[in-house]
Nanobody, 123 residues
């Protein structure tokens, strides 16, 4: 069993930055790929980014490329999402997720999910 806890969300003005963290606990000896997804009210959950256990493979959704950066510190069992140049359309609940094997863009391939953290970007 793996438990994920996100933190770092909040209210920020457009153009600003936030860094989200995802603390991983439980069976951390396993090599999990990690992903970030987001869901805005009335919309489907959207892939944001994902990273392999070793960090060599990273994917980004088209809407965040060049603005968001995913990273991980396996010694601290933590995954980060640095979000720069935030836009009002980035407003959503952000979830981190863990998947066995390679990183993926499909939410269905992730076995464990955090409770989410709200990010609100004002115009």
């Amino acid at each position: 069993q793996v438990t994920l806890v996100e933190s770092g969300g909040g209210l920020v003005q457009a153009g600003g930055s936030l860094r989200l963290s995802c603390a991983v606990s439980g069976r951390t000896s396993s090599t999990y790929a990690m992903g970030w997804f987001r869901q805005a009210p009335g919309k489907a959950r959207q892939f944001v980014t994902a990273i392999s256990w070793g960090g060599a493979i990273i994917y980004y959704g088209d809407s965040v490329k060049g603005r968001f950066t995913i990273s991980r510190d396996n010694a601290k069992n933590t995954v980060y999402l640095q979000m720069n140049t935030l836009k009002p359309e980035d407003t959503a609940v952000y979830y981190c997720a863990a998947a066995r094997g390679n990183p993926a863009q499909q939410a269905s391939l992730y076995s464990y999910w955090g409770q989410g953290t709200q990010v609100t970007v004002s115009s």
